[in-house]
């Protein structure tokens, strides 16, 4: 009985659910419900856990755990999610946790005042507020508003819940001594992020058949299926992770060449799901964080050897499968350089920017009309590029939104630049350079990862080195007049 007290304690319950044994054991959860095809009450066991945390610790940093890859159970195809609304009913665990965590630990809010909020903070807000009134000027939403009225409400209640959410976290979360507390949790959940996706596509494959000519069928005919992804969604979230592994190649130095072997497994996963996009991006993860942990390295000697190894081993693979390899790349090359529709879809949106500058299409604007499709219903992930989907979808009041979104994430990134910030930022530029040539950003789970490494970085440095560059400017304004006016007084 006394144990089970002494698991209540605040103390003991944030040690226990920050811990990597913690994260571990979650982890093997959501495989497990993955492998079993239980993945409504994984689900339901996600919404659960976080809602038990909330009310237990006062420091809401393990609830990044969850979010971070609850999606990852889904072991049925993603679109069925489309006739569960019932499970969004599993929130409710979350809103009392909040609840109980606000009442119970009373967190201090005093960040958001006009002195000491950040400009990610407030950039973020800009966000979700101008992605909220997307579409408000366009005419067809309101002959038809019956449906889109409940899609544009369903949209804005999402960026109020991402605002919000951002704001208690920012809040509850606390970035420890050093400001590395959840930048280090980070680089952890993505490193045992990418083991658990590995093996659920070596599990994938074995079901195919096995062996190399599974691989390369999935290659060909690009249609390997996780559930919770296909290619072009796994193989990026990969490559985006790729550069946590090989933090951990410098951290962990005497085990480096067992990481930096990982590192091309992974890579070897992303090449083999035929995304051209993440291929690319992802090589470029590769070789600038290969080049870091190599540079950065206590054991730099065992590094360049183990990836001279690496590279005669896979040189012998490619002489040993040649025959097999170049009729598959002959078919992967000859799509390479295909914009596969994409032109079209970026005239659209070009399009529909002009006709909708201001507050742009909103996400309740179908864009099929190009192709003779339907030219008016559902669907926001349609434009297949992040500059064109923040034009045409927000207009120009978004789109300067998402631009001061991102050069304040990258002023966060760059203030008290570490080692852990530069491996961050790597996997970062793999996410956002993909989502200039497809969808991700704007989807709910690519806003969760990047909501999540926004709060990591901000947590690393000193809110007075974030404050708006236009607050300071007015705030010294503001003293210079009140300066000169004492001094007046003064004669």
């Not at 967190?107 to 000491?116: G, Q, V």
């Not at 992020?193 to 599990?203: A, D, E, F, R, T």
């Not at 991102?406 to 491996?423: D, M, Q």
Request: hydrophobic letters at 50%; aromatic letters at 16%; a positive charge.
């Amino acid at each position: 009985m006394d144990k089970i007290k002494s698991f209540f304690r605040e103390e003991n319950a944030a040690k226990i659910f920050e811990s990597k044994e913690f994260v571990w054991v979650w982890l093997a959860i959501v495989f497990i419900c993955w492998i079993t095809g239980g993945w409504v009450a994984g689900f339901i066991i996600a919404a659960v856990l976080a809602g038990i945390i909330l009310c237990l610790c006062r420091d809401t940093l393990p609830v990044t755990t969850i979010l971070w890859t609850f999606l990852f159970i889904l072991g049925a195809n993603r679109h069925k999610l489309q006739g569960m609304a019932g499970l969004i009913a599993a929130v409710l665990f979350i809103v009392v946790g909040i609840i109980v965590n606000v009442v119970r630990f009373r967190p201090n809010f005093r960040f958001m005042s006009y002195k000491t909020v950040t400009a990610t903070t407030v950039a973020i807000l800009a966000f979700c507020a101008t992605a909220m009134l997307s579409g408000i000027a366009r005419g067809e939403r309101y002959l038809n508003f019956s449906e889109h009225g409940l899609y544009a409400t369903v949209v804005g209640a999402l960026c109020v819940m991402l605002a919000l959410g951002y704001v208690f976290f920012s809040a509850t979360i606390s970035g420890g001594e050093d400001g590395k507390r959840v930048l280090n949790h980070l680089l952890f959940l993505m490193f045992a992020s990418s083991v658990v996706i590995v093996l659920q596509l070596i599990v994938y494959y074995a079901m195919r058949g096995g062996g190399f000519k599974a691989v390369i069928d999935g290659f060909v005919h690009k249609d390997v299926e996780l559930g919770w992804g296909g290619p072009n969604n796994y193989s990026i979230i990969l490559a985006m992770m790729t550069p946590a592994t090989l933090y951990y190649a410098v951290k962990n130095g005497k085990y480096s060449p067992l990481y930096l072997i990982y590192a091309v497994v992974q890579y070897f996963f992303i090449f083999a799901s035929a995304s051209r996009g993440a291929i690319l991006f992802g090589a470029f993860g590769l070789v600038a964080s290969f080049g870091l942990a190599i540079y950065k390295s206590e054991f730099r000697g065992r590094m360049i050897i183990t990836t001279g190894v690496l590279m005669a081993v896979t040189t012998i693979v490619l002489m040993a499968k040649a025959d097999v390899i170049y009729d598959s790349l002959g078919i992967f090359m000859g799509k390479a350089l295909d914009e596969n529709g994409r032109i079209p879809l970026w005239k659209d949106a070009w399009k529909n920017f002009k006709a909708n500058p201001i507050f742009g299409t909103g996400f309740d604007y179908y864009l099929g009309g190009h192709n003779g499709g339907k030219s008016d219903g559902y669907t926001p992930y349609w434009y297949h590029s992040t500059l064109f989907q923040a034009l045409a979808a927000t207009g120009i009041v978004g789109f300067l939104a998402w631009i001061n979104l991102e050069v304040s994430r990258l002023r966060a990134f760059l203030t008290n630049a570490s080692l852990e910030k530069w491996f961050m930022l790597f996997g970062y530029a793999v996410f956002w350079l993909y989502g200039m040539v497809d969808v991700f950003y704007y989807t709910p789970n690519g806003l969760l990862f990047l909501f999540v490494i926004t709060l990591a970085i901000e947590k690393s440095v000193e809110s007075a080195k974030l404050r708006p560059y236009s607050f300071v400017y007015i705030e010294r304004k503001r003293q210079q007049k009140l300066l000169t006016k004492n001094a007046e007084n003064e004669k």
